[in-house]
T-cell receptor, first 112, second 116 residues
Framework: TQLLEQSPQFLSIQEGENLTVYCNSS?????LQWYRQEPGEGPVLLVT?????EVKKLKRLTFQFGDARKDSSLHITAAQPGDTGLYLC????????????FGIGTKLQVIP | NAGVTQTPKFQVLKTGQSMTLQCAQD?????MSWYRQDPGMGLRLIHY???????DQGEVPNGYNVSRSTTEDFPLRLLSAAPSQTSVYFC???????????????FGEGSRLTVL
């Protein structure tokens, strides 16, 4: 069974601060997805990274896939209250059903 | 744009009762899946389907049944509800990402189930 560990599980910061969320595994994944979930809703995809060492930027969010494709990070610059939510990393493999394994999630609160 | 529609949004059951959570998608996705989300446990896969007539077990299938008679619908049945099945349930659909791995998962809004 492939496991994904996310850290930290909880993060409360002031508006304007920077933060990084980590997603680590001992297994290699074909791709790593990041989702954001708001209360009462389902997760929504932010980004997919597929190449070791890949870096993708989405406005103030920067996503990186580790060189060995076992880990990933999400960095938020100058956090805004609208960034508040649950961030989930999810690893997947090619072939067959392509099951997705989710991390526990990082609950982020950005205080105005 | 309906996307993935789940019903009901809330349900309270007594131990031993049965019920069906409905899920429908209008994106013609081949893959559909059911997850449960519990505090400290993340999203765990219950059952999934790679197409009409084909289903398989995920990580936590005990106590649940599924069927997929059409591409659009993927109901989840609780056979005899137990308090351990109190959770938030999410249905998701997706396309195959091919060699790059899974495609984007599109989730419903969730169904919050309480078993007393």
């Amino acid at each position: 069974t492939q496991l994904l560990e996310q850290s930290p599980q909880f993060l409360s910061i002031q508006e304007g601060e920077n933060l990084t969320v980590y997603c680590n595994s001992s297994s290699v994944f074909s791709s790593l997805q990041w989702y954001r979930q708001e209360p009462g809703e389902g997760p929504v995809l932010l980004v997919t990274v597929v190449t070791g060492g890949e870096v993708k930027k989405l406005k103030r969010l920067t996503f990186q896939f580790g060189d060995a494709r076992k880990d990933s990070s999400l960095h938020i610059t100058a956090a805004q209250p609208g960034d508040t939510g649950l961030y989930l990393c999810a690893g997947g493999n090619s072939g067959g059903y392509q099951k997705v394994t989710f991390g526990i999630g990082t609950k982020l609160q950005v205080i105005p | 744009n309906a996307g993935v529609t789940q019903t009901p949004k809330f349900q309270v059951l007594k131990t031993g009762q049965s019920m069906t959570l409905q899920c429908a998608q209008d994106m013609n996705h081949e893959y559909m899946s059911w997850y449960r989300q519990d505090p400290g446990m993340g999203l765990r896969l219950i059952h999934y389907s790679v197409g009409a007539g084909i289903t398989d077990q995920g990580e936590v299938p005990n106590g649940y049944n599924v069927s997929r008679s059409t591409t659009e619908d993927f109901p989840l049945r609780l056979l005899s509800a137990a308090p351990s099945q109190t959770s938030v349930y999410f249905c998701a659909s997706s396309y195959s990402g091919g060699q790059r791995g899974p495609g984007e998962l599109f989730f419903g809004e969730g169904s919050r189930l309480t078993v007393l």
